[in-house]
């Protein structure tokens, strides 16, 4: 008796996956993890830029505060500086201890020394200005303006501007 055994496919000894099957499967694999590298690359870079904006949000809001500290030398002008110019030495009357005779002049310069102070070494490249503009009602607008260098994000130098009523 012989019996014949039934076999439904018609390649009788296929088994297992081709080489080619594998090296589609390599391929396609890999270009996925590149994508997926590409995604994480550019992760880093948004998340790099985001924290250098909201340290530059955090240092506007700083001397922000500082000026309403000290508000009728900010409304006066003692403040204002511009991008480039360095701020001028601390007084070493400004210690902070009981026998202080810190002026608030001196207070605005020590303010603005410490504000570039902290903008260059926060910032790649950091750097900024105050000015202020007088408008209705005797009101006086200051504007701030926090510029640094994000080469790493997308654009090289990034202005913020913020304004405040002093």
Known sequence: MNRKTYNPSPFKHTRGFSLMEILVTVIVLSIGLLG???LQLSSLKYNHSAYLRS??????NDIIDRM????????????????GAAAAAAPGNC?????????PADMATLDLSDWKTRLSAILPGGDGSIS???????????????????????????????ESLI
């Open 55 to 60: 340290q530059a949000t955090f240092l506007a």
């Open 132 to 162: 202020r503009t007088v408008g209705a009602n005797d009101q006086i607008l200051a504007t701030i303006t926090i510029q640094w260098d994000d080469s790493r994000g997308e654009e090289a130098v990034i202005q913020l501007p913020m």
């Open 95 to 103: 210690n902070g201890s009981v026998t202080d005779t810190c002026t």
């Open 36 to 38: 997926l590298a590409g």
């Open 68 to 83: 309403h500290a000290n508000r009728n030398i900010a409304r006066a002008g003692s403040y204002d500086i511009a991008i």
